[in-house]
């Protein structure tokens, strides 16, 4: 099933119809003059002469003209085919015949838009649905988009969910030693909510979520920054806003900045030291925005009245709209905001304000990527497609799980999306920098095949017995923990950057990132 999204081709339709229009009549007027009353059609000499080329009647033209050809021209025969043509014409450029006309050309335009639109996200669909069945930790953001979709496989979707309850319970547990973060408990909330769930099988992971923020306000009070970062905070507002949960005003003042909330500031002015941090605030500003709009938006269950005073939803979308004022002037002239992968969050808050133009700019560079095989990995497609098929997180809250498309069907990966990497020969070289520059230590692997910079590590470690390094599982991947035996600390806000020889960061990580003969990377200790 091919679905057709009206808010793009409406315009695109008009606009169609007007062009066909008006160069039917610029071919109607000539016709028009050429005809008098009567039964006899009469058309110039000239226009004749042109109809006879067009029409193949005559094999040849001859450069004069001699008395026998006006005769053969002005002959009967030619009366009655030569001008066959033309009749046609003039009975086809009547008002009625030309409107019906027009409008079935738009309506074929407007169905081959659609096809090509929707056909690349419909493969995306269905390429996340097949990453369910893969050795992936139980992932609440695929389901997430998933449910998010105009497609579905119900069966597939439910034994997920089956299978992130499980999950989330165990996660819960008090004898389970892991605890989820922040933003963990919160997808997992929105995940159940989009699957619409009772509030009795969310109570627990509402329970958590709001004991977690409320630690999270605390250290912000002590320390005049969050515990992680203001994007799990956003994350976990969000979340419990979307499930008719009241905010704590003092949670919630944790998203309105006041004076002596410098760390706020300096994220919103956007004013970041390094690239890296500049691509960190697009996402944050994007949860923050959609997060508010939810607060702002928000009323009491089955009253229809406000669930914030009027003075706190005024602070709100103040806040929102510095917010999603910053996000529209980083958007690049490709479309691009912050970075490819940012771009997806980013677009979710433009749809949210309302700004369709930014975010069609925005999708199609992401479809572009996507087609040369940017969202291989799992948890940046789930952020993709949403925003794709013209949705947001705000949107789960609304989701009716009854007479659901149940036609979503399994896809064989698309290899042309795959870089040609097989015939690779060479070497890639590893630098070790601390957060001075100094250089750790240093690694030469030979590359074959197609490599990702894990394997290239991989293959280092067992070349070299002084090489080594530690991951810890996210749901993006494994993430650098330590490295050549230097351990990045999250209580010393420091972390393994990835970079190239020239300081450009890396898109991805070190499981999605195929390296290339010659390249030197750097992996330098960083703060954020």
């Known amino acids: 099933m091919v679905k057709v999204m009206p808010w793009v081709f409406i315009k695109q339709a008009v ?6 229009s008006f160069f039917s009549v610029i071919i109607a007027i000539p016709i028009k003059v050429g005809v ?13 002469h042109s109809a006879r080329r067009r029409c193949r009647l005559e094999s040849a033209e001859n450069s004069h003209d001699t008395d026998s050809s006006r005769r053969d021209r002005n002959s009967p025969f030619h009366k009655d085919k030569s001008w066959r043509v033309v009749g046609f014409l003039k009975n086809v450029m009547q008002p009625g015949k030309l409107l019906l006309i027009s409008c079935m050309q738009v309506l074929f335009l407007s169905v081959k838009l659609g096809r090509t639109s929707e056909d690349p996200i419909t493969s995306l669909n269905a390429r996340l649905l097949q990453s369910t069945r893969l050795a992936l930790p139980a ?10 979709s105009a497609h579905h496989s119900v069966h597939d979707e439910r034994r997920y969910l089956h299978r992130l309850k499980t999950d989330l319970q165990s996660k819960l547990s008090s004898f389970s ?12 909330l929105l995940a159940l909510r989009a699957s619409c769930q009772d509030h009795h099988s969310q109570h627990r992971a509402i329970s958590y979520l709001k004991s977690r923020l409320r630690a999270e306000k605390k250290h912000i009070i002590q320390h005049d920054v969050s515990f992680n970062n203001y994007y799990q905070y956003s994350l976990g507002v969000l979340a419990l806003c979307v499930n008719d949960v009241r905010i704590d005003s003092s949670v919630l003042s944790g998203l309105v900045p006041h004076e002596h909330h410098h760390h706020w500031f300096h994220a919103l002015s956007g004013l970041m030291p390094h690239e890296h941090r500049r691509h960190w605030f697009v996402g944050t500003a994007a949860m923050m925005v959609l997060a508010l709009k939810c607060v702002s938006e928000s009323k009491v269950p089955h009253t229809g009245t406000w669930m914030y ?5 005024m602070k709100v979308q103040a806040t929102m709209n510095k917010m999603t004022q910053k996000i529209q002037d980083r958007q690049a002239k490709n479309g691009e905001i912050g970075d490819i992968y940012s771009t997806s969050l980013a677009l979710q808050a433009l749809l949210a304000g309302g700004d ?14 996507a087609q040369r095989g940017m969202f291989r990995n799992p948890m940046a497609l789930s952020q993709l497609l949403p925003v794709l098929y013209h949705k947001t997180y705000l949107d789960i809250g609304q989701i009716n799980c009854s007479n659901e498309n149940d036609d979503l069907k399994w896809m064989r990966s698309d290899h042309r999306t795959e870089p040609n990497l097989n015939n690779q020969k060479g070497f890639v070289r590893l630098s070790v920098n601390d957060m001075n520059g100094t250089v750790i230590c240093t690694a030469k692997v030979p590359l074959s095949q ?10 280092a470690r067992s070349n070299d017995a002084k090489f080594n390094f530690e991951t810890r599982p996210t749901l993006w991947g494994p993430f650098l923990t330590s490295v050549c035996n230097r351990r990045a600390q ?9 970079l190239t020889e020239n300081n450009i960061p890396l898109k991805q990580g070190i499981q999605d990132y195929l390296t290339h003969q010659g390249e030197h990377i750097i992996l330098r200790l960083s703060k954020f």
Not at 36 to 48: D, I, M, N, R, Y
Not at 356 to 369: A, D, P, V
Not at 451 to 459: C, D, F, I
């Open 490 to 498: 999250d209580n010393a806000r420091n972390y393994w950057r990835l």
């Open 356 to 369: 369709e133009e930014r975010w069609l700019k925005g999708k199609t560079r992401l479809l572009i990527e």
């Open 177 to 188: 030693g892991v605890q989820p973060s922040t933003d963990l408990a919160a997808l997992y």
């Open 309 to 313: 005073s009027n003075d706190t939803r």
């Open 15 to 20: 606009l169609s119809w007007m062009v066909l």
């Open 36 to 48: 008098k009353s009567g039964s006899t059609l009469v058309v110039p000499e000239s226009q004749a």
């Open 450 to 459: 197609k490599m990702s910079l894990q394997a290239v590590l991989n293959k």
């Open 139 to 148: 992932n609440p953001s695929i389901h997430i988009a998933l449910r998010l």
